[in-house]
């Protein structure tokens, strides 16, 4: 098949999948939103592990949502694979892991995929149409999952990352909520990407001392629930606390409670991403991880890429990212010690004096 072939295809049925975490599937959707704008009367369906789809909820380029348990065997998965069975015109693969190129070949004649570098992406190659390689580690993961559409799309839009869609807070927060309040995201999944809650509590500290109200986010996990009570444990039995607002919101009141912020300051992490998409004025902190990969996608940002690798200060439309200035940074792995568990030195060491300073700088304007 030619890629002028290609070109002329009206796909009428479409499924993208992305078998990752939340933050992943959000970055998928600049590549959702380019395929409803060049096939608009398409169905579009997302494909993607079960607890990850719900940061789609209400996007409007979304027809159905499919999960799939991320543990399942293909004996569990049966009913699923016999729904699936060449359902789709054509299939979007925004993951290079084998189940997703498996549910690809399951599910579409026509099949776009990334695709690793090295003997793994052999056969993977050999089952698309059209492959996306993974081997230069420079392009951000928008960039790469709009490359999916280059057959079929010559000039390709400016990435959109689409947040979900705004949902009314819970009726206790919102009689307390006042306009325009801070939200800091306090835990991370992963230890490595974790700001010390010390951090966290001077600088919550900090700001409720200048008068800004300060809410505190966070997933209903207990290890979430776990970060967040540490860290208000370190503010001592002061007054003036933040609101603990975590576990309490769902993503589409996520986005509205961080559209109307001043201020948000988090880690690398989902919320962040979301931070980015809703235009909220932001603080990315962060440490081992490349920011030209992963940086939270500046609202409006540009067609190009937005971050280098490695600068002590990028400033890009609503999004300022921080990063620490030991020559280590970033090793794109899993901290100092290379496990989820791990210390991020550079994390340890990235002062409460800097983020307060861009904080301020922020809200003078705010």
């Not at 789609?56 to 729904?83: F, H």
């Not at 498996?102 to 052999?122: C, D, I, K, T």
């Not at 819970?170 to 835990?187: C, F, K, N, T």
């Not at 860290?231 to 576990?247: H, Q, R, S, V």
Request: a neutral charge; aromatic letters at 6%.
């Amino acid at each position: 098949m030619t890629q002028r072939q290609n070109a002329a295809e009206a796909f009428s049925r479409i499924v993208v999948i992305v078998t990752r975490q939340i933050g992943d599937v959000l970055l998928t959707t600049p590549l959702i939103r380019a395929t409803r704008e060049r096939w608009p009367r398409a169905r579009i369906d997302v494909l993607g592990f079960a607890g990850t789809l719900s940061i789609l909820a209400g996007n409007p380029d979304v027809d159905e949502c499919i999960e799939v348990q991320a543990g399942a065997g293909w004996r569990q998965s049966w009913p699923l694979i016999r729904r699936l069975w060449r359902s789709y015109d054509l299939a979007l693969i925004a993951q290079y892991t084998d189940r997703a190129h498996l549910y690809g070949w399951l599910s579409a004649r026509v099949r776009s995929g990334q695709v690793p570098a090295g003997p793994e992406g052999r056969w993977k190659r050999a089952m698309l149409h059209h492959a996306v390689d993974l081997d230069d580690h420079q392009s951000h993961v928008v960039l790469e999952k709009l490359r999916l559409l280059s057959p079929w799309v010559t000039a390709m839009p400016g990435p959109e990352v689409v947040p979900p869609q705004a949902a009314p807070l819970p009726e206790e927060l919102a009689a307390i909520l006042g306009s325009r309040p801070v939200v800091l995201h306090v835990p991370s999944l992963v230890n490595y990407k974790q700001w010390p809650l010390p951090s966290y509590a001077t600088l919550a500290r900090a700001l409720l001392e200048m008068g800004w109200q300060v809410v505190l986010t966070g997933g209903p996990s207990r290890e979430d629930r776990a970060i967040v009570t540490r860290m208000l444990a370190l503010m001592g039995d002061a007054a003036n606390l933040p609101i603990d607002a975590c576990g309490q919101l769902n993503f589409n009141q996520m986005s509205t409670l961080l559209s109307g912020a001043a201020l948000y300051v988090g880690p690398d992490t989902s919320v962040t991403h979301l931070a980015a998409a809703c235009g909220t004025p932001l603080i990315a902190l962060f440490g081992p991880i490349n920011p030209q990969l992963w940086g939270p996608w500046p609202r409006g940002g540009p067609a190009e890429q937005p971050y280098a690798s490695n600068a002590y200060r990028q400033s890009r439309s609503n999004v300022i990212l921080l990063q620490s200035d030991l020559s280590c940074v970033p090793c794109n792995g899993a901290g100092c010690d290379k496990h989820p568990g791990s210390r991020s030195e550079c994390l340890e060491t990235m002062t409460v004096e800097r983020v307060v300073a861009e904080a301020l700088q922020i809200l003078r304007t705010a």
